[in-house]
């Protein structure tokens, strides 16, 4: 009886998690009728896949997916090699400032570091990487988070494997990349999946560096679907499913990394 | 163990990292916050204006509204904080199936926030899902404009962080009920206290270090809230959905009034320091 209340609880709140997500489906898959009428559509009448084809028409779909591919891909090489050769030293070397850079890097969570796109902006223009890939990717290559986890993994290494590796006179530089790196592979995963879906995911700072729609990753191009269509909602519900069906797909195959990463976020 | 050798070693490790962040992260709130006192545009010369970018800003009725609004989003930390507890012991079990639930929780966090506005704009649409279900359910007597009316408008938009919200902090939860060590429950078990006794007296001890992180970083993601605004209402009705940093943005990017933008931005981060550390100090863990 217990276990039957639990799981109608458990079914209410999926229902309203997951709602939005349904009724845009079948928005997607519908061709007859208007979506704003009483009673609506819950259960696509005759499904069909005719929005999703108008999608492919009216917009470069596979430019701006392939530009996200890119994007994510980037973002998360560089972002794990960056982070994880920060968090390093910061989690197993004695050096001077080490409290300080910490601090610094634990401070970059405070500040509202989501504006700073207004003055990041007059730098990738002086930098001339405006209309470039680099200009996207670069800001969001370091972040504390990552290096928060990453320095966690790091602190979780038996030291004597450091010792021993000392004594046989390895350098640093090979300490990290040779016994340190492969250990935390599995954290490396965790934080390359979590980066990937946040760079899929991030319009407004692609929206403010490129300029070309054809440049544009997926979660810009499909804004520029409501400009282009603002009557056909459906269309814009068929573009909505194609944006969000690959890091749901990524989402529900690596579901563990997700919950990892977390996990390493409370200790 | 200090040597100079190792010392040059660690900031040989970090100095690409520093470098990126001192350019994207520091920077602009260095420079940002210098820019905030003159009157800097791409165009002219700029000069040194002192406080009347902040004078323009709390005169005007957008900043003003944004700011309240702002602080009107931190009502949604208890709810988020108190729901993502609820729902971490809801799914801290075994029963098949569960891993499917903590999914379906944790989704509306991976979706990208254009997805979010979309969806949401067919859901509060007044011929939309929701007011049809709460008008079969005899809540509301007409379709309620959840958008469109300045009264509703942001508390629609509170309603959606909170849903994009709640997953978060529930794996958050979840990660640290599973450290609670078993043998402790069992304890307790054996001495006769009931579940509710063992959750406030085992369990939310044992999760205060996680409960403080939470509510931090919740109470900075409500004052930072700005990317909904601009999804779902872009400010309206009548100017009503304004946060601060939406204010900041809105300046900034539509209008290139940066500025004024970077103002607010200022105005903003002595906010978001004063209560991270006003909480920093209040909930600091009783014990260790």
């Given at each position: 009886?217990?276990?039957?209340?639990?799981?109608?609880l458990?079914?209410?709140?999926?229902?309203v998690?997951?709602?939005?997500?349904?009724?845009?489906?079948?928005t997607?898959?519908?061709?007859?009728?208007?979506?704003?009428?009483?009673?609506?559509?819950?259960?696509?009448?005759e499904p069909?896949?005719?929005?999703?084809?108008?999608?492919?028409?009216?917009?470069p779909?596979?430019?701006?997916?392939?530009?996200?591919?890119?994007?994510?891909?980037?973002t998360?090489?560089?972002k794990?090699?960056?982070?994880?050769a920060?968090?390093?030293?910061?989690a197993?070397?004695?050096?001077?400032?080490?409290?300080?850079?910490?601090?610094?890097?634990?401070?970059?969570?405070?500040?509202?570091?989501e504006?700073?796109?207004?003055?990041?902006?007059?730098?990738?223009t002086?930098?001339s990487?405006?209309?470039t890939?680099?200009?996207v990717?670069?800001?969001?290559?370091?972040?504390a988070?990552?290096?928060?986890?990453?320095k966690?993994?790091?602190?979780e290494?038996?030291?004597?494997?450091?010792?021993?590796?000392r004594?046989?006179g390895?350098?640093?530089?090979?300490?990290?990349?040779?016994?340190?790196?492969p250990?935390?592979?599995?954290w490396?995963?965790?934080v390359?999946?979590?980066?990937?879906?946040?760079?899929?995911?991030e319009?407004?700072w692609?929206?403010?560096?490129?300029?070309?729609p054809?440049?544009?990753?997926?979660?810009?191009?499909?804004?520029?679907?409501?400009?282009?269509?603002?009557?056909?909602?459906?269309?814009?519900?068929?573009?909505?499913?194609?944006?969000?069906?690959?890091?749901?797909?990524?989402?529900?195959?690596?579901?563990?990394?997700?919950?990892?990463?977390?996990?390493?976020a409370?200790? | 163990?200090?040597?100079?050798?190792?010392?040059?070693?660690?900031w040989?490790?970090?100095?690409?990292?520093?470098?990126?962040?001192?350019?994207?992260?520091?920077?602009?709130?260095?420079?940002?916050s210098l820019?905030a006192?003159?009157?800097?545009?791409?165009?002219?010369?700029?000069?040194?204006?002192?406080?009347?970018?902040?004078?323009?800003?709390?005169?005007n009725?957008?900043?003003?509204t944004?700011?309240?609004n702002?602080?009107?989003?931190?009502?949604?930390?208890?709810?988020?904080?108190?729901?993502?507890?609820?729902?971490?012991?809801l799914?801290?079990?075994?029963?098949?199936?569960?891993?499917?639930?903590?999914?379906?929780?944790?989704?509306p966090?991976v979706?990208?926030?254009?997805?979010?506005?979309?969806?949401?704009?067919?859901?509060?649409h007044?011929q939309?899902?929701?007011n049809?279900v709460l008008?079969?359910?005899n809540?509301?007597?007409a379709?309620?404009?959840?958008l469109s009316?300045?009264?509703?408008?942001?508390?629609?938009?509170?309603?959606?962080?909170?849903?994009?919200g709640?997953g978060?902090?529930?794996?958050m939860?979840?990660?640290?009920?599973?450290?609670?060590?078993?043998?402790?429950?069992?304890?307790?078990?054996?001495?006769?206290?009931?579940?509710?006794?063992?959750?406030?007296k085992?369990?939310?001890p044992?999760?205060?270090?996680?409960?403080?992180?939470c509510?931090?970083?919740?109470?900075?993601?409500?004052?930072?809230?700005?990317?909904?605004?601009?999804?779902?209402?872009?400010?309206?009705?009548?100017?009503?959905?304004?946060?601060?940093?939406?204010?900041?943005?809105?300046?900034?990017?539509?209008?290139?009034?940066?500025?004024?933008?970077?103002?607010?931005?200022?105005?903003?981060?002595?906010f978001?320091?004063?209560i991270?550390?006003?909480?920093?100090?209040?909930?600091?863990?009783?014990?260790?």
């Amino acid at each position: 009886m217990k276990t039957i209340a639990h799981y109608l609880l458990l079914c209410a709140i999926a229902v309203v998690c997951v709602f939005p997500f349904w009724w845009t489906l079948v928005t997607a898959l519908s061709t007859e009728g208007n979506i704003f009428a009483f009673p609506p559509t819950f259960w696509p009448k005759e499904p069909s896949f005719d929005n999703f084809i108008e999608v492919f028409n009216a917009i470069p779909i596979w430019s701006f997916f392939r530009n996200s591919v890119l994007i994510a891909a980037c973002t998360v090489f560089w972002k794990l090699a960056l982070c994880s050769a920060a968090a390093y030293p910061l989690a197993r070397m004695h050096f001077k400032g080490r409290k300080l850079v910490f601090g610094l890097i634990l401070a970059t969570l405070v500040l509202p570091s989501e504006v700073n796109f207004l003055v990041n902006f007059i730098t990738v223009t002086k930098l001339s990487l405006v209309d470039t890939y680099t200009g996207v990717i670069l800001p969001n290559v370091v972040t504390a988070v990552a290096i928060l986890l990453l320095k966690q993994a790091f602190e979780e290494v038996p030291q004597d494997l450091i010792d021993a590796a000392r004594v046989d006179g390895a350098s640093e530089w090979t300490i990290f990349s040779k016994i340190m790196l492969p250990l935390i592979a599995p954290w490396l995963a965790t934080v390359g999946i979590l980066t990937a879906v946040e760079a899929w995911n991030e319009y407004i700072w692609p929206s403010i560096v490129m300029s070309k729609p054809d440049e544009f990753p997926l979660s810009v191009g499909v804004l520029y679907l409501r400009g282009t269509f603002g009557s056909s909602t459906r269309v814009i519900a068929a573009g909505t499913v194609l944006t969000i069906l690959p890091t749901l797909a990524a989402f529900l195959f690596t579901q563990r990394f997700f919950m990892r990463g977390m996990d390493g976020a409370v200790k | 163990m200090r040597n100079p050798m190792r010392n040059l070693a660690a900031w040989l490790f970090l100095a690409p990292a520093l470098a990126l962040l001192a350019v994207f992260s520091f920077w602009p709130v260095a420079f940002g916050s210098l820019l905030a006192f003159t009157d800097y545009s791409l165009i002219r010369e700029t000069h040194w204006v002192g406080l009347d970018n902040f004078r323009y800003i709390f005169d005007n009725e957008m900043f003003v509204t944004g700011l309240k609004n702002s602080l009107l989003f931190l009502l949604m930390v208890p709810f988020v904080q108190i729901g993502a507890l609820s729902l971490a012991v809801l799914v801290n079990n075994q029963l098949p199936g569960i891993r499917y639930f903590r999914a379906a929780f944790y989704v509306p966090v991976v979706t990208t926030v254009s997805v979010v506005g979309i969806m949401w704009g067919f859901m509060f649409h007044e011929q939309g899902a929701l007011n049809y279900v709460l008008m079969t359910l005899n809540l509301v007597g007409a379709p309620v404009g959840w958008l469109s009316n300045d009264n509703l408008a942001l508390f629609a938009i509170m309603f959606v962080t909170l849903w994009r919200g709640l997953g978060w902090y529930m794996v958050m939860y979840l990660a640290a009920l599973q450290a609670v060590p078993a043998d402790m429950q069992e304890a307790a078990l054996l001495d006769g206290a009931n579940r509710w006794q063992r959750f406030w007296k085992i369990t939310v001890p044992m999760l205060r270090p996680t409960i403080m992180i939470c509510t931090v970083l919740s109470v900075l993601a409500a004052l930072k809230a700005y990317q909904e605004v601009d999804v779902l209402t872009q400010g309206g009705p009548m100017n009503s959905t304004f946060t601060g940093l939406y204010y900041a943005y809105d300046q900034g990017l539509k209008h290139l009034k940066l500025p004024r933008a970077l103002a607010a931005s200022f105005v903003m981060s002595i906010f978001c320091i004063g209560i991270a550390l006003l909480c920093l100090r209040y909930i600091k863990p009783k014990h260790r």
